[in-house]
């Protein structure tokens, strides 16, 4: 539809060049508008379909959190304590992630929980781009910090993998695990064979958003994301 619009109203202001030439502007203030409206209409479908676009973007995050907080809900039913780690940072389509998971994770974890949201900010980084970018602020010694800071953890919830230079004798007798890794393809087997880490989310390779628009929440955990535990 949106490539139709673009087409006629090229087709108009084509019109609208030939009959300047011919008739000395004698269509042009209509035929102008005809084709101003055409663009205008043009654009706000593009607009209309990005926004769509992002919207359901953020419905598969939010699927995303509720998943992993309903495993902690179902572990620990009396509740308690939760480390959240998320991304911080002021850029927009992070921030929105961020926003994402905090808002599904706390509403589905309810009052029985006390969320202690924690995590690094990306731009505090020398170099964002870096393979190492959570050296500075997600490591295993942060990690400690923020647990001690939030008293009684029954779980970690974790949007960033797990801290890059941790092993899994780090945190023996801490609380469990629940972790989604941002970065596709992480070797995790070490992980995968402790007891630290509880659950582990990744990436089915290649979904895209534009493929899904559904709306029961389990198709679309079934369809971006695999429970590798």
Not at 21 to 30: F, P, S
Not at 58 to 79: P, W, Y
Not at 181 to 194: A, F, K, Y
Request: glycine share 8%; aromatic share 10%.
């Amino acid at each position: 539809m949106m490539f139709l619009l673009f087409l006629v109203a090229l087709v108009v202001i084509v019109g609208l060049w030939v009959l300047q030439n011919k008739q000395g502007g004698g269509a042009t203030a209509v035929t102008g508008g005809i084709a101003a409206v055409l663009i205008i209409a043009a654009w706000g479908n593009t607009f209309r379909s990005c926004s769509e676009s992002e919207s359901f973007v953020a419905v598969i995050d939010e699927v995303l959190g509720t998943r992993m907080a309903s495993f902690v809900a179902d572990r620990f039913e009396g509740g308690g304590s939760v480390l959240l780690i998320t991304n911080h940072t002021d850029l927009k389509h992070i921030k929105a992630l961020k926003n994402a998971y905090s808002k599904s994770v706390i509403k589905r974890l309810g009052e029985p929980f006390t969320v202690c949201e924690v995590g690094p900010d990306f731009m505090s980084f020398d170099n964002p781009s870096a393979p190492d970018v959570f050296a500075k602020g997600y490591n295993k010694d942060v990690v400690n910090t923020w647990l001690a800071e939030c008293s009684d953890v029954k779980a970690v919830i974790s949007f960033l993998g797990m801290p890059p230079d941790a092993k899994p004798a780090d945190f023996e007798g801490g609380p469990e695990w629940y972790v989604w890794d941002p970065n596709q393809g992480s070797d995790m087997s070490e992980w995968l064979e402790s007891d630290v880490l509880k659950i582990f989310v990744d990436n089915v390779l290649g979904a895209n958003p534009s493929e899904l628009q559904a709306d029961d929440a389990d198709s679309i955990f079934e369809h971006y994301y695999i429970l590798k535990r």
